[in-house]
């Protein structure tokens, strides 16, 4: 099966970049995928990348995929006290347990 | 709005019972999945279902069974409930097989008391 592993906590200062990190063991997904979840909501899918790219832009997100390493990272820029929310990495069967990024004003 | 419709929004229920979530795709999507959110587990898939059919399963138990209808929506049926199947339980949709993107529901919360 496919694991993803990504850091629990994340805390950064409004207007600061964020960088959240994601590992996976399988390789075959096609698209690997950001998710967003605010306390008490549903999922909101925020971005995805297809797995033979390596960059992905998307306004102040910016997705690296680094295939040799199996290393998925998200970058939101310019962090807003709104971006805080909890962040899932996903394959296309497996979740990782979420990173619950703070960011203080 | 993602389109995608869950079924009832709440339900509390005790143990040993059967309850069934329902989810109504987007209009025109194919595939639906469900996924399983308790504070225990995180984030699981549960199983896929492409146009009627049953297409990939992940840790669904066996006390739990789902279905996908010729309209589409799809029902998950969980029975024997005990306490630990509390969890918020979501549905999403694409428009083909698994590698297209999904949109969620935004859950059922079950409460099993």
């Known amino acids: 099966g496919e694991d993803v592993e990504q850091s629990l906590f994340l805390s950064v200062r409004e207007g600061d970049s964020s960088v959240i990190n994601c590992t996976y063991t399988d390789s075959s997904s096609t698209y690997l995928y950001w998710y967003k979840q605010e306390p008490g909501a549903g999922l909101q899918l925020l971005t995805y990348i297809f797995s033979n790219m390596d960059m992905k832009q998307d306004q102040r997100l910016t997705v690296l995929l680094n295939k040799k390493d199996k290393h998925l990272s998200l970058r939101i820029a310019d962090t807003q006290t709104g971006d805080s929310a909890i962040y899932f990495c996903a394959g296309e069967v497996r979740f990782g347990a979420g990173t619950r990024l703070t960011v203080k004003p | 709005d993602s389109g995608v419709t869950q079924t009832p929004k709440h339900l509390i229920t005790a143990t040993g019972q059967r309850v069934t979530l329902r989810c109504s795709p987007r209009?025109?999507?194919?595939?639906v999945y469900w996924y399983q959110q308790s504070l225990d587990q995180g984030l699981q898939f549960l199983i896929q279902y492409y146009n009627g059919e049953e297409r990939a399963k992940g840790n669904i138990l066996e006390r739990f069974s789902a279905q996908q209808f010729p309209d589409l929506h799809s029902e998950l049926n969980l029975s024997s409930l005990e306490l630990g199947d509390s969890a918020l339980y979501f549905c999403?949709?694409?428009?083909?097989?698994?590698?297209?993107?999904?949109?969620f529901g935004q859950g059922t919360r079950l409460t099993v008391v």
């Open positions: 209009s025109g999507d194919l595939s």
């Open positions: 999403a949709s694409s428009a083909q097989d698994r590698g297209t993107e999904a949109f």
